[in-house]
């Protein structure tokens, strides 16, 4: 088993990592009844696609010695309605100033981004768009 989700009422959970007990709470967005004080289960689908990607990338880029330390992911979900679901998820990749990438790095990581299992995962409706701000361009 992957994790223990309970609800603790007022539209809040507490989701409990079964192997390291690591816990993660959600609350309902502002915009859809609830206090907007914690993540909410659609923002933890887009900030597991920005961890995905970066966790894909220090996997499949070690053996390029594809250094990825520092880099940050800056994450919004838009939603849409009827059905009300995400329809977008924008990700800006910044890399480190002071690091260099070559051409064959800067391709390999942005095909390990745009194949990583979540974003795979993801249905074809909503729209991933990712923006790779490269400190060498």
């Avoid at 309970?6 to 502002?30: F, M, N, W």
């Avoid at 880099?71 to 990749?93: A, H």
Wanted: glycine share 6%; with cysteine; proline share 7%.
């Amino acid at each position: 088993m992957t994790s223990t989700v309970e609800y603790k009422g007022e539209l809040r959970t507490v989701a409990i990592h079964e192997r390291s007990g690591s816990q993660i709470e959600t609350d309902a967005p502002a915009d859809n009844h609830g206090k907007g004080e914690r993540f909410s289960p659609t923002d933890l689908i887009a900030t597991a696609l920005a961890s995905c990607i970066l966790t894909t990338i220090g996997i499949l880029g070690k053996p390029q010695n594809i250094d990825i330390d520092g880099v940050t992911c800056q994450v919004e979900k838009i939603m849409v309605p009827n059905p009300r679901r995400i329809g977008e998820i924008k990700i800006v990749m910044n890399f480190p100033a002071g690091k260099s990438y070559s051409e064959s790095q800067m391709a390999a990581i942005e095909h390990i981004a745009l194949t990583c299992p979540v974003i795979e995962s993801l249905h074809p409706n909503c729209k991933k768009t990712l923006i790779f701000n490269w400190p060498n361009a």
